[in-house]
């Protein structure tokens, strides 16, 4: 079909169309690849695409949304726009390769679609296509860059939420307008040192804290200027326009003496035309808990949004659905019963319902409730995890949806009806063979009764034992759901079960089974993640004599927290864990976290040493490894190398390492590629006996050149 333009803006050359005649971005299959499905390897998550951020158009003909893409030969990660039609066909690309895109906002008047880019080493700012046609543009030239934004339901402004600018960065941008490209680069300065006066000074991606702080403006697209609308020594987020386009919601922590001390955030309103950066705002929330993601209903009188109410219970507490009045006024909890987590409500097209999406029993799924409160129904469910959607006008949603057996694709929800618009990873997965995996429920040590998923391996055969693998999840607070797993996949195309648990201290299963690890963490979760080892073991499936444990963040404490207790396990591997708590305090980012739940070291010190399997460190012979990045300020490195340290002195086998320039979740391709490869070495040669060696083979060296090319 014929296209109707191309859109080219600076090094983006985009082609838009209304024309379903481009592909998506899926994997090519080898020419040389075999007609049998096969198992998945670790080149397969390089080919796999995220797919995210689905945003339908005013006239609900059109889903915008994002893919990201890990490249291992370029060793970074792109992620490009596109969109589908809601009748179906091939998806169209809105931005090309080699440049990152996100954040896709249609127009209300459907007439542009708005993104946030960076480029040439510069800033994040917002970009605008055109639908009719012609070169995009860039809207904004912040010298900060643009963390997030949102359109006036008029169409002629954006709220930007930007952080205050350091110095250089104003020195920069001044320097790029009038820069003469004759003039040899300027020699970069010498950094000046941090300086500390707040209690909450440090945050993993964002390394040490000062008083920079978010703040909402409002920008004028025709003009290009933009007004400052709050100001403050607080940081101000979620921002939402009310229907008529005078006011914003947002959250922010501005009513207590220092937000650095608590977990509070209210929902406050400011006037869109406001012009005293704030000084006068409307207060809508007053629990002393976190209130966030307002979300405002179609007539402007209420604004739904999340609370938590239990402030003892701090990071395990239930996350509500609430509402209150716009002008503020008496607020009302509407899933007190409900007793499951909610995330990003959305008020339907006519305003009688709320969505949401929970999670649920080993599921994400998007749920709705009448906006008086009522009975909580299941909007799209079963087993699958809903992550990002938005509602349109004629009541359609569009949402990123992933299974067992399937990574994110973009579906819609229409008359009862869910349809897939995407196809992303089709081919690649027509070649693959996977995993069964099972749901399976059992009784803990204490008659608890606990579930997980569990992951057989290709080929099996009923009452044969194999080798496994248990995987306990971060958080703690989270749940392994029903969504597509690469590494689970990994172990089971290579001759492992797989366990994943979902233990005490997991969300999905009400605030009472989440809280019950509160100060206590490696004892119940530890019984429930060593029950779903028994349970394998009992049902003929797991060997064991061959069992291997490890996971990331808080499922690395776990394994360090299990492997002090038994010694069943016959290799480790501790992912971004900590193990003597005391070093986390001061040099990680939850002080807030340590207070709340433990107290001070110096005065709870029974408390802090119950929970730090590091003073049981000669219990342990299992052979370990231990890896995190080096700028991880969420469980900073120290913890492996501590625990590196006390085994190798004890003469156990362990090794520890560590990825340069990663923060907490690794992001380079070169060294995602690296941990899956050092993940089957170690559990080869340890669990499986294999004689290769437990790391990987060395790349070859290149030998250098002789001086003249010798």
Same mark, same amino acid.
């Given at each position: 079909?014929?296209?109707?333009?191309?859109?080219?803006?600076?090094?983006?050359?985009?082609?838009?169309?209304?024309?379903?005649?481009?592909?998506?971005?899926?994997?090519?299959?080898?020419?040389?690849?075999?007609?049998?499905?096969?198992?998945?390897?670790?080149?397969?998550?390089?080919?796999?695409?995220?797919?995210?951020?689905?945003?339908?158009?005013?006239?609900?003909?059109?889903?915008?949304?994002?893919?990201?893409?890990?490249?291992?030969?370029?060793?970074?990660?792109?992620?490009?726009?596109?969109?589908?039609?809601?009748?179906?066909?091939?998806?169209?690309?809105?931005?090309?390769?080699?440049?990152?895109?996100?954040?896709?906002?249609?127009?209300?008047?459907?007439?542009?679609?708005?993104?946030?880019?960076?480029?040439?080493?510069?800033?994040?700012?917002?970009?605008?296509?055109?639908?009719?046609?012609?070169?995009?543009?860039?809207?904004?030239?912040?010298?900060?860059?643009?963390?997030?934004?949102?359109?006036?339901?008029?169409?002629?402004?954006?709220?930007?939420?930007?952080?205050?600018?350091?110095?250089?960065?104003?020195?920069?941008?001044?320097?790029?307008?009038?820069?003469?490209?004759?003039?040899?680069?300027?020699?970069?300065?010498?950094?000046?040192?941090?300086?500390?006066?707040?209690?909450?000074?440090?945050?993993?991606?964002? $390394?040490?804290?000062?008083?920079?702080?978010?703040?909402?403006?409002?920008?004028?697209?025709?003009?290009?200027?933009?007004?400052?609308?709050?100001?403050?020594?607080?940081?101000?987020?979620?921002?939402?326009?009310?229907?008529?386009?005078?006011?914003?919601?947002?959250?922010?922590?501005?009513?207590?003496?220092?937000?650095?001390?608590?977990?509070?955030?209210?929902?406050?309103?400011?006037?869109?035309?406001?012009?005293?950066?704030?000084?006068?705002?409307?207060?809508?929330?007053?629990?002393?808990?976190?209130?966030?993601?307002?979300?405002?209903?179609?007539?402007?009188?209420?604004?739904?949004?999340?609370?938590?109410?239990?402030?003892?219970?701090?990071?395990?507490?239930?996350?509500?659905?609430?509402?209150?009045?716009?002008?503020?006024?008496?607020?009302?909890?509407?899933?007190?019963?409900?007793?499951?987590?909610?995330?990003?409500?959305?008020?339907?097209?006519?305003?009688?319902?709320?969505?949401?999406?929970?999670?649920?029993?080993?599921?994400?799924?998007?749920?709705?409730?009448?906006?008086?409160?009522?009975?909580?129904?299941?909007?799209?469910?079963?087993?699958?995890?809903?992550?990002?959607?938005?509602?349109? !006008?004629?009541?359609?949603?569009?949402?990123?949806?992933?299974?067992?057996?399937?990574?994110?694709?973009?579906?819609?929800?229409?008359?009862?009806?869910?349809?897939?618009?995407? !196809?992303?990873?089709?081919?690649?997965?027509?070649?693959?063979?996977?995993?069964?995996?099972?749901?399976?429920?059992?009784?803990?040590?204490?008659?608890?009764?606990?579930?997980?998923?569990?992951?057989?391996?290709?080929?099996?055969?009923?009452? !044969?034992?194999?080798?496994? &693998?248990?995987?306990?999840?971060?958080?703690?607070? *989270?749940?392994?759901?029903?969504?597509?797993?690469?590494?689970?996949?990994?172990?089971?195309?290579? *001759?492992?079960?797989?366990?994943?648990?979902?233990?005490?201290?997991?969300?999905?299963? $009400?605030?009472?089974?989440?809280?019950?690890?509160?100060?206590?963490?490696?004892?119940?979760?530890?019984?429930?993640?060593?029950?779903?080892?028994?349970?394998?073991?009992?049902?003929?499936?797991?060997?064991?004599?061959?069992?291997?444990?490890?996971?990331?963040?808080?499922?690395?404490?776990?394994?360090?927290?299990?492997?002090?207790?038994?010694?069943?396990? !016959?290799?480790?591997?501790?992912?971004?864990?900590?193990?003597?708590?005391?070093?986390?305090?001061?040099?990680?980012?939850?002080?807030?976290?340590?207070?709340?739940?433990?107290?001070?070291?110096?005065?709870?010190?029974?408390?802090?040493?119950?929970?730090?399997?590091?003073?049981?460190?000669?219990?342990?012979?299992?052979?370990?490894?231990?890896?995190?990045?080096?700028?991880?300020?969420?469980?900073?490195?120290?913890?492996?190398?501590?625990?590196?340290?006390?085994?190798?002195?004890? *003469?156990?086998?362990?090794? &520890?390492?560590?990825?340069?320039?990663?923060?907490?979740?690794?992001?380079?391709?070169?060294?995602?590629?690296?941990?899956?490869?050092?993940?089957?070495?170690?559990?080869?040669?340890?669990?499986?006996?294999?004689?290769?060696?437990?790391?990987?083979?060395?790349?070859?060296?290149?030998?250098?050149?002789?001086?003249?090319?010798?």
């Amino acid at each position: 079909m014929k296209l109707m333009s191309c859109v080219v803006f600076a090094s983006l050359a985009t082609c838009f169309s209304f024309s379903a005649n481009a592909q998506e971005p899926a994997p090519k299959p080898s020419p040389t690849a075999p007609s049998a499905p096969r198992g998945i390897t670790i080149d397969d998550f390089f080919q796999i695409r995220d797919v995210a951020q689905p945003e339908l158009s005013p006239d609900g003909q059109w889903v915008a949304y994002s893919v990201r893409t890990r490249m291992l030969k370029e060793d970074k990660s792109e992620q490009r726009l596109w969109m589908v039609s809601t009748h179906g066909g091939d998806a169209i690309p809105m931005t090309a390769e080699g440049v990152s895109s996100s954040h896709p906002r249609w127009s209300p008047d459907g007439k542009h679609l708005a993104f946030l880019s960076a480029r040439n080493g510069g800033k994040n700012q917002v970009w605008l296509l055109d639908r009719r046609g012609g070169e995009a543009e860039r809207l904004t030239e912040v010298a900060q860059g643009v963390n997030e934004f949102e359109w006036s339901p008029d169409s002629t402004r954006l709220v930007l939420v930007l952080q205050d600018p350091k110095p250089e960065d104003l020195e920069a941008a001044a320097k790029e307008k009038d820069k003469d490209k004759d003039k040899p680069a300027a020699k970069p300065k010498t950094p000046p040192p941090f300086v500390i006066d707040r209690l909450q000074f440090k945050e993993d991606t964002a $390394g040490y804290l000062d008083h920079r702080r978010d703040h909402l403006y409002v920008f004028d697209v025709a003009s290009k200027k933009s007004t400052q609308l709050t100001s403050g020594d607080f940081d101000d987020n979620d921002p939402a326009w009310s229907p008529d386009g005078k006011s914003l919601a947002f959250t922010s922590n501005r009513s207590t003496p220092d937000p650095d001390r608590n977990y509070n955030t209210d929902i406050w309103v400011v006037a869109a035309d406001n012009t005293d950066k704030g000084a006068h705002l409307t207060q809508i929330t007053t629990n002393p808990g976190p209130d966030r993601q307002p979300a405002w209903s179609p007539d402007g009188k209420w604004i739904a949004y999340v609370t938590e109410t239990d402030l003892k219970a701090m990071i395990y507490a239930t996350h509500h659905l609430a509402i209150a009045p716009s002008s503020g006024g008496e607020a009302k909890v509407l899933t007190v019963a409900f007793d499951r987590s909610v995330r990003r409500p959305r008020f339907s097209a006519e305003g009688r319902s709320i969505y949401f999406v929970a999670d649920d029993d080993g599921t994400d799924n998007l749920f709705r409730i009448p906006a008086t409160g009522g009975e909580v129904s299941r909007t799209i469910s079963g087993p699958l995890s809903v992550g990002y959607y938005s509602v349109g !006008k004629d009541g359609a949603i569009a949402a990123q949806i992933s299974s067992l057996d399937r990574p994110d694709e973009i579906f819609t929800f229409s008359d009862n009806k869910l349809t897939r618009l995407t !196809k992303t990873n089709d081919a690649l997965f027509a070649q693959l063979r996977l995993a069964q995996v099972d749901y399976v429920h059992f009784k803990s040590k204490d008659g608890t009764r606990v579930s997980g998923y569990l992951y057989k391996p290709l080929d099996y055969t009923p009452g !044969k034992k194999v080798p496994t &693998l248990l995987n306990p999840h971060g958080g703690p607070v *989270g749940q392994y759901s029903a969504s597509f797993y690469h590494l689970a996949q990994l172990y089971a195309a290579n *001759g492992y079960a797989v366990l994943l648990p979902n233990p005490r201290g997991s969300s999905g299963y $009400g605030q009472k089974f989440c809280q019950a690890i509160f100060a206590d963490w490696g004892n119940k979760d530890y019984q429930d993640d060593m029950a779903m080892v028994d349970y394998a073991v009992a049902q003929g499936i797991a060997d064991p004599d061959k069992l291997g444990v490890g996971g990331w963040s808080y499922g690395g404490m776990s394994t360090d927290f299990i492997i002090e207790q038994t010694t069943r396990f !016959k290799a480790a591997i501790s992912g971004a864990g900590i193990a003597l708590m005391t070093s986390g305090f001061g040099h990680d980012q939850y002080q807030k976290d340590y207070f709340y739940e433990l107290g001070y070291p110096w005065e709870n010190k029974a408390v802090w040493e119950k929970i730090s399997p590091f003073y049981r460190v000669n219990n342990i012979t299992t052979p370990t490894l231990f890896m995190g990045g080096d700028i991880d300020w969420n469980v900073p490195i120290i913890g492996g190398e501590q625990m590196y340290q006390a085994l190798k002195s004890l *003469g156990r086998t362990t090794e &520890l390492v560590v990825y340069p320039g990663e923060h907490h979740g690794l992001t380079m391709p070169s060294h995602l590629k690296d941990r899956l490869e050092r993940h089957l070495a170690w559990y080869n040669h340890y669990v499986k006996g294999d004689p290769a060696p437990a790391r990987p083979a060395e790349p070859p060296q290149v030998p250098a050149t002789k001086a003249g090319g010798e």
